[in-house]
């Protein structure tokens, strides 16, 4: 990578991310390349916690763009995602204006772009060169109109805003598009972007992540923990719990460990520690039962 940013590989993105502590596995820097490339929106779905939102972090960061996040939730409305006019600016506006005789110029004045409040959708069109890292996090979340309004936002990368006329991209912003995939995203969508499906780390990029994330963290026992976990998640186990723990579960749980001075795992501190890995009690529940076999000495935890 040069020093403005710009990636010329993938190894380039590999190693980019690394440098500011993320792991990216060769399928998804390949994602990740294409989409900085081709100029196309990368759509990451994913488990929670498997690093979708924290990619979007580090790759603004490994850019030197902005971040610009939209955080999509039900019942978003165009208004907090794109633009909306400062009602009590243009009234104040309007009061001050209340002599005057020129009615007409008086409400253009009131549109101008001074109480234009901007969101994340139109901050994005506007960041100047080289542009913004996008990032709309969570979109199946967000409502069905959303999404086809989403649709042509991401087809044409320019929004109409009737009093100012049309506002262009400046700069393509690199627009990385999460979903948890609580509902199935429009094909529509899906259409415009590259797709990642990111899965849990194999046990050792876990083991990277938590040695980096939490140093504190003895050998043994972040060789331990990346263990126990992938065992979590493998077969027969997995099947036993609704949610395995994803990565930031690994790490809360490392560091939790780390501040009760464990040194290597046994089945009290972990039946003690459980609720880090996870947060529905019917899982808590089977994974009391289930604690010899997951730590059977034929097969060392590390
Ligand atoms: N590849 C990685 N390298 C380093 N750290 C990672 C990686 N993936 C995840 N993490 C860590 O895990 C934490 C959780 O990741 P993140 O919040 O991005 O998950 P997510 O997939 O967006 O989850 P959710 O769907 O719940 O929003 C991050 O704060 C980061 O510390
Ligand atoms: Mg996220």
Request: with cysteine.
């Amino acid at each position: 990578m040069n020093a403005s940013g710009h990636i010329n590989s993938i190894d380039e993105v590999i190693q980019a991310l690394a440098g500011v502590g993320y792991k990216a596995e060769r399928r998804l820097a390949t994602a990740v390349f294409l989409s900085l490339r081709l100029q196309r929106p990368l759509l990451l779905e994913g488990e929670p916690g498997v690093g979708k939102t924290e990619l979007a972090k580090m790759l603004a960061k490994v850019l030197f763009r902005p971040l610009i996040r939209l955080q999509c939730y039900d019942g978003m409305e165009q208004r907090e995602a794109l633009y909306e006019w400062n009602h009590a600016a243009q009234l104040l506006h309007m009061r001050a204006a209340q002599s005057r005789a020129d009615t007409d110029i008086v409400e253009q004045e009131v549109y101008q772009e001074k109480y234009l409040i901007r969101r994340p959708l139109l901050r994005a069109l506007q960041e100047p060169a080289p542009g913004a890292v996008l990032l709309i996090d969570e979109v199946d979340r967000a409502d069905e109109p959303f999404e086809a309004f989403l649709l042509e936002y991401l087809g044409e990368y320019q929004v109409s805003i009737p009093e100012l006329g049309t506002q262009h991209a400046v700069a393509m912003p690199i627009t990385i598009l999460t979903s948890n995939r609580t509902r199935d995203l429009h094909d529509a969508i899906k259409r415009r972007c590259l797709y990642h499906w990111m899965d849990y780390p194999e046990r050792e990029r876990e083991l990277a992540i938590v040695r980096a994330q939490v140093p504190q963290a003895g050998e043994a026992l972040a060789q331990q923990i990346s263990t126990f976990v992938a065992r979590l998640r493998s077969q027969p186990f997995a099947n036993a719990f609704q949610r395995v723990p994803g990565i930031s579960e690994s790490i809360e749980w490392a560091k939790a460990l780390v501040s009760l001075d464990t040194l290597v795992l046994d089945p009290e501190v972990i039946h003690d520690t459980a609720g880090i890995l996870f947060k529905q009690r019917e899982d808590l529940a089977a994974l009391a039962p289930l604690l010899n076999e997951l730590l059977t000495p034929e097969q060392p935890l590390t």
